[in-house]
């Protein structure tokens, strides 16, 4: 059963060193790191078709353009301190995994204060959140406790402007 705690990210120790379960855990984070990657391209995929499906309902071919990369640059309309685009984390749902502070490249997570017991993990906490990229969000999934939230994205949606 310890193999699936760790593979799951519930594992109680407070840090992997000297774990036998080690690669379990490296095995998780790269899973993770590719089904991410999956999910991004998908993404891409799914509107591209939606494009076509549109055009050939409505009958006439649309105009040519430059097939879309998988990945969109985005150009702020606003100074990154007036957006407020950044994840919450629950403390109470938060197993210390650091799954977000290893996935997370701006380095927006960080871990809080320790365990007084030393027990447990410490818990991580949102320390810059506005180094976060304005509508990203792939530490939601990554998250295995769910602690992680984010606002909606529809709401800030006028913040962003797509450059091809």
């Known amino acids: 059963m310890l193999v699936l705690d760790?593979?799951?990210?519930?594992?109680?120790k407070p840090s992997c060193?000297?774990?036998l379960f080690k690669p379990v855990r490296?095995?998780?984070?790269?899973?993770?790191?590719?089904?991410?990657?999956?999910?991004e391209e998908d993404s891409v995929d799914t509107e591209e078709a939606w494009k076509?499906?549109?055009?050939?309902?409505?009958?006439?071919?649309?105009?040519?353009?430059k097939p879309s990369s998988a990945k969109r640059k985005k150009r702020l309309l606003a100074p990154r301190e007036e957006i407020p685009w950044f994840p919450t984390i629950n403390p109470d749902l938060c197993n210390g995994c650091a799954d977000c502070k290893v996935l997370c490249k701006p380095g927006v997570f960080?871990?809080?204060?320790?365990?007084?017991e030393g027990i447990h993990r410490p818990k991580f906490l949102v320390a810059h959140?506005?180094?976060?990229?304005?509508?990203?969000?792939?530490c939601v999934p990554i998250c295995t406790s769910g602690a992680i939230k984010l606002p909606p994205k529809e709401d800030f949606e006028k913040f962003v402007e797509y450059v091809d």
């Open 129 to 138: 959140p506005y180094q976060c990229i304005v509508l990203c969000d792939r």
């Open 110 to 116: 960080e871990p809080g204060p320790p365990d007084p």
């Open 26 to 39: 490296s095995l998780r984070l790269f899973l993770k790191s590719r089904s991410m990657e999956r999910f």
């Open 17 to 19: 060193d000297g774990c």
């Open 6 to 12: 760790c593979f799951f990210g519930r594992c109680e």
């Open 52 to 65: 076509k499906e549109v055009a050939s309902l409505i009958g006439s071919k649309a105009p040519d353009s």
